[in-house]
């Protein structure tokens, strides 16, 4: 069959899984720590093309001569989906229970060709350790620091943040129940970003419920705690709009060229050796 | 197709952030109402294996698969136990707490059964005794029975004399010539954590049943606690800042919107492919 068709379509999946994402994107605007994605789209092999000529003639020896017409790829796919990093706005809500994580100096891994990345560090119900970088938590009626889902906030021994009476958290990350201190914030770094994978909720995890060292041992990492404050969605609603019109713009193109396949095909068929 | 499901989830959240800012600008003048907070939350993150050949990916960073996210949804709606204005009323029986943790205990009648109830509504009045004309006894204004400190409710006997709440959160009655005949402390709480509370409506509170909570501790009567009197504890609800809510709100729901008759235009492209 034409080549086209398949192409096409490949490019229509892709679009489309674009769409997805963007609306995804759009959806979670307002979500405090919400990191936007971002795809890449990736070409499939190259194929070489030949034209094979007539100037052979067969059974005589004498060589079938060709073209060479070039390379072509066969369509492209969504290679890659990845979360963009950059700090999102800070605002004030003046609960006492908000935290922004603000991040001083990170230092740029030149092998995996991004920025680090700090996180706060939860456990789900399993017992595994999860990272968030959503700053929103609340305190249940036991006194545990929570995500709203009910994860437990854990401090840098590993143990889940108790508070009974007034919190206060300092710039580093310690916590304070009434003036006395209970427990410090555990904030992981990531050097590689890109190897956490996003699992709903505003969580991330590595691959084998891997753990991430803590900022505090690592040097020339900065960073800064704020009670009071919490990091909103690093998504601009115009560029994701627009990237979105993008994406329906390229699917309806594909989908003219799949038209117009269609059309090529039909003539092939139905028109061609046609006797009137 | 997802991103129409997506959109569509979506988009019944953001309804309810907006019915819960509607609700904190309806109640702006509602004495010691507490402002509701919706937050949102991602939801789901849906993994697709998309490469057969894994070994064959040049040039990846990310682990194998893409992955990316179903809408997002409120997780949690939080009440902001902020202190409101305090706003002088000059009327005897009209206090304020001071403070955000105080609470005065009240009796709320649900199915017939009395409950625990916790409000910080300081407007008071003397409400006739069922059954006996020549009693009358503390009650709120939307008529819950008021707890004294000793767990009972305030029974006073009618036209004894000048009635009005001191200084001191108790309930004071005055005899003619300005001296003190009778003398009842209010049932002030205060209440340590107050993320054990939830909303009953009309202005009450009470501790959610089930969760765990430590009443002992997380709840203590207070002796002598100093109230404002001839005031009321405004609505903390700010106008500014929920209008300000409202308008993003609204604008999210309409990108929203847009993203899900856009998708409704590709299923439509899909459709007419061949005539």
């Known amino acids: ?276 | 197709m997802q991103s129409m499901l997506t959109a569509a989830t979506t988009m019944s959240q953001v309804q309810q952030q907006l019915d819960t800012i509607s609700n904190n600008i309806a109640n702006i003048d509602t004495t010691g109402f507490k402002k509701k907070l919706a937050n949102f939350n991602e939801l789901l993150v849906q993994q697709y294996n998309n490469q057969l050949n894994p070994a064959a990916e040049i040039g990846r960073n990310t682990p194998s698969g893409i992955r990316y996210g179903v809408g997002g949804k409120i997780g949690d709606v939080s009440t902001i136990f902020l202190q409101g204005t305090i706003q002088q009323t000059g009327r005897a029986m009209d206090f304020a707490f001071m403070n955000p943790d105080q609470f005065l205990s009240v009796s709320v009648i649900q199915n017939g059964q009395p409950i625990q109830g916790y409000t910080k509504d300081g407007s008071l009045q003397l409400s006739p005794v069922q059954g006996n004309p020549n009693l009358v006894q503390v009650t709120t204004s939307d008529g819950y029975t008021v707890n004294g400190a000793n767990g009972q409710p305030i029974v006073l006997p009618a036209n004894g004399g000048k009635v009005s709440i001191t200084g001191d959160g108790a309930v004071t009655v005055y005899g003619q010539g300005g001296n003190v005949i009778q003398r009842i402390p209010l049932g002030i709480v205060q209440v340590t954590k107050p993320q054990i509370l939830e909303s009953m409506g009309s202005n009450v509170y009470r501790v959610s049943p089930g969760n765990g909570a430590n009443l002992a501790t997380d709840i203590v009567p207070l002796n002598n606690a100093q109230v404002q009197t001839g005031a009321l504890e405004g609505s903390n609800v700010q106008l500014e800042d929920e209008m300000t809510n409202l308008i993003v709100s609204q604008r999210h729901y309409q990108a929203i919107a847009r993203t899900l008759t856009t998708g409704d235009q590709m299923y439509g492209l899909i459709n007419n492919l061949r005539q």
């Open chain 1, 1 to 276: 069959m034409l080549r086209g068709f398949y192409d096409a379509a490949a490019g229509m999946i892709t679009q489309q899984r674009l769409v997805d994402m963007y609306t995804n994107n759009i959806t979670n605007a307002q979500t405090p720590g919400y990191k936007a994605d971002r795809a890449s789209i990736r070409a499939f092999p190259e194929m070489m093309l030949n034209a094979y000529g007539t100037m052979g003639v067969p059974n005589t020896g004498l060589p079938q001569s060709y073209t060479k017409v070039g390379a072509l790829n066969t369509a492209a796919y969504v290679q890659e989906i990845s979360a963009d990093f950059s700090t999102g706005s800070i605002k004030q809500t003046g609960l006492s229970t908000d935290v922004a994580l603000i991040e001083g100096n990170i230092p740029y891994n030149a092998q995996a060709k991004t920025k680090g990345s700090l996180f706060f560090t939860v456990q789900d119900a399993q017992g595994n350790i999860r990272y968030t970088k959503d700053g929103h938590f609340q305190l249940d009626s036991r006194g545990n620091l929570t995500t709203p889902e009910g994860y437990k906030v854990l401090g840098v021994n590993g143990q889940p943040i108790v508070v009974q009476g007034t919190m206060k958290i300092t710039q580093n990350g310690q916590v304070y129940d009434n003036n006395q201190l209970v427990g410090q914030l555990n904030i992981a770094f990531s050097s590689n970003p890109y190897l956490l994978k996003k699992e709903g909720n505003g969580l991330f995890y590595l691959d084998n419920n891997a753990i991430l060292p803590t900022a505090l041992n690592t040097p020339n990492v900065t960073f800064g705690v704020s009670q009071g404050y919490v990091e909103q969605s690093n998504i601009d609603l115009g560029q994701e709009t627009t990237n979105y019109m993008l994406a329906y713009r390229s699917f309806e193109a594909n989908q003219r060229v799949l038209q117009s396949m269609d059309k090529s095909l039909d003539l092939a068929v139905n028109s061609v050796g046609k006797l009137q």
